[in-house]
């Protein structure tokens, strides 16, 4: 998979590029909406004898606009294009999203940014916006494109639940809800980090645990603990995990830690990646009165996510 970072005014394209099926969004969660946009943009491709691609921007445009402060994503930038490669995107643009870019027109949109790059369909949720102020709507990109290109709009779509969306997602995370998050996405809501040091505290209870140190800005579900896949080297194994911070050991500046036990497995993890992926919720975080009490709840913790994994763990 190709990835063309792009910043408005653009260098002129090749003329002689491959035409283009292009699928426009942030993606942040890359969730079955947007599997629903990027597949649509990759039937799209196949009728058009074009390149299925996708246009995503960086920063996130609520960020440059000062409607949001963001800093966590549901997928950090890799965890993004990964999804993208794992559903066969071949092309990614990348477009700088600066005060620059959002002040083009909706047609400057189309003429300095769709046109140039050889877009023969293009592709966009319900409630997509494009242009100064956002004036643009997903709509007017069929008026738009008229004898340049191909415009699909995919509907919102609908759970029983409630809708697929990335604030429905942050919710559920932020809610400790990974069962909610997993409809969602399609998959399990998963980090991934380095394996650190810690202050050996776990091992000295007997349950010796991987304290993740994350590399990329992710959005940190609920703390608490969780049944979790944790995966090293291509080797995975189930185990439990703890966000949290520890409120059990006093701290003058306790700190949020997200530490994994790996089930009936041991050994020398530091330096390694480990991607964690998220399936049930067991508890929330609490003080215990003293390491006694601590030490007997994480072993009902052990023995709840054993029984829960042979009922349910596919």
Same mark, same amino acid.
């Given at each position: ?47 058009l004898k074009a390149v299925p691609a996708v246009m995503t921007f960086d920063p996130h445009p609520r960020e440059v606009l000062g ?27 990348? @477009?700088?999203?600066?005060? *620059? /870019?959002?002040?083009?027109? $909706?047609? !400057?949109?189309?003429?300095?940014? &769709?046109?140039? =790059? %050889?877009?023969?369909? @293009?592709?966009?949720?319900? *409630? /997509?916006?494009?242009?100064? $102020?956002? !004036?643009?709507?997903?709509?007017? &990109?069929?008026? =738009? %494109? ?169």
């Amino acid at each position: 998979m190709e990835t063309i970072h792009l910043t408005y005014p653009m260098i002129d394209q090749p003329t002689d590029q491959e035409p283009i099926s292009l699928a426009i969004g942030f993606f942040d969660g890359v969730h079955l909406g947007h599997q629903a946009v990027i597949r649509k943009a990759m039937d799209l491709a196949r009728e058009l004898k074009a390149v299925p691609a996708v246009m995503t921007f960086d920063p996130h445009p609520r960020e440059v606009l000062g409607q949001e402060a963001i800093h966590r994503y549901l997928t950090p930038f890799p965890d993004k294009l990964e999804q993208f490669a794992r559903l066969g995107v071949r092309k990614v643009y990348v @477009v700088r999203f600066d005060r *620059n /870019f959002a002040s083009l027109s $909706k047609e !400057e949109f189309v003429t300095d940014i &769709l046109l140039p =790059l %050889g877009v023969k369909g @293009v592709v966009t949720g319900y *409630n /997509f916006t494009f242009g100064h $102020k956002a !004036e643009g709507k997903a709509e007017d &990109l069929t008026e =738009l %494109g008229k004898g340049h290109f191909v415009t699909e709009i995919v509907s919102l779509i609908q759970q029983d639940q409630g809708v697929i969306s990335s604030t429905r997602l942050r919710r559920a995370l932020a809610e400790g809800d990974v069962k909610t998050a997993r409809d969602i996405l399609g998959r399990p809501y998963s980090l991934e980090g380095e394996v650190v040091q810690g202050d050996q505290r776990g091992r000295l209870m007997g349950f010796p645990t991987a304290n993740l140190d994350l590399k990329a800005p992710y959005f940190v579900p609920a703390r608490g603990v969780y049944v979790v896949k944790a995966t090293m080297d291509e080797v995975s194994s189930f185990g439990i995990m703890n966000i949290g911070v520890r409120p059990t050991f006093r701290s003058d500046q306790p700190s949020e830690r997200l530490e994994v036990h790996l089930l009936g497995q041991s050994g020398n993890y530091y330096g390694k990646k480990c991607r964690v992926e998220f399936y049930h919720f067991l508890r929330e975080e609490k003080r215990f009165p003293s390491v006694e009490a601590l030490i007997q709840q994480i072993e009902k913790d052990r023995q709840e996510a054993e029984q829960w994994l042979k009922l349910f763990a596919q």
